[in-house]
């Protein structure tokens, strides 16, 4: 049995005007991971689309059909994603503690906060192990110079093994790589779901900016379709460090219930205007709702959407065909 391991970050400990520096991985099978792929690469060739999966970049939603095709089937498939939150700001108090320099901090973070999230997914392997049978796992991350100078690869092997020793579980990490996420939609797959799960963290939601609406449109109603909200919650595991051995496991619910409530909220508000605009002028065309609504093109398909709900075809209907 193969076992794969991707690993991405989202911010970083001394970038001194963030309060978070996020970590996450994800893993499957070989062979389910194969499968992903396939079918997202499929979902791109359908759309005729050959642009990156990077939540960051999302800022239009001219590519939501792809994000949303890309996240339900993702969602959809057997995976687990493991997110580790740390505040920054008490890990340069335990640094001062005993005297480590930011870098020296960060570089022994970049060893041991991997190493916990790689064994919390390894956790996992039990149900893939048959009697006798060695998991054979390989870990990817995204390609990093800084990674190269601790030599980060060699160091998580060395204990990831020591680690599946001691406890005596049944897998063995044969090797961990780095790959460019340009050219790695596994990487870009973490990439985007990190970037949903730092949204909800950090409550953006709730900036005015249409770059925020935009992504909250996205988020939403990839949530709201089929049973997508349950199985977030079942498939992504939050946990913050609290300077202490054990992590602390976070619900969540925690997060997604007040931008659930939130987004509820502002989309009964705008599809309220709407609804008076084309009472009071049944032909106007898309084109001046959208100007009078003070919507740029870049929102044109939360537009859409939004009419589409109000004559009963469905918000995603567009968005599945």
Known sequence: ????????????????????????????????????????????????????????????????????????????????????????????????????????????????????????????????ETQGEIVSVKIKIDKNGEYDKIDLNDKIVEQMNAHSAYRNKNYRVDKVSQQDSEKSLPLQIIDTFMGIVVFLLEKTYLENSDTSKIKSDLIYRFLIEQDNLFRFQNQVRLFKWTGHEELLQINIAEHLSPFMVHKTNFDIQEMNKIQKMLLENPSISTKDLRIQLGYPNTMLRQLLGYKDQLNNIGRNTFLLN
């Open 1 to 128: 049995m193969n076992y794969l391991i991707y690993f991405d970050e989202s911010n970083k400990i001394d970038q001194f005007s963030k309060e978070f520096s996020y970590y996450g991985a994800y893993g499957g099978s070989d062979q389910s991971l194969a499968v992903i792929v396939k079918k997202v690469r499929a979902v791109f060739k359908k759309l005729n689309s050959k642009s990156e999966l990077h939540f960051r970049e999302y800022s239009k939603d001219t590519n939501i059909k792809k994000y949303f095709q890309a996240l339900h089937t993702v969602i959809n498939e057997n995976i687990r994603l493991n997110i580790l939150i740390v505040n920054n700001n008490d890990a340069f108090n335990s640094a001062d503690n005993i005297g480590l320099t930011t870098p020296e901090l960060r570089n022994l973070f970049y060893i041991k906060i991997p190493e916990r999230l790689f064994y919390g997914l390894t956790r996992d392997l039990s149900h893939l």
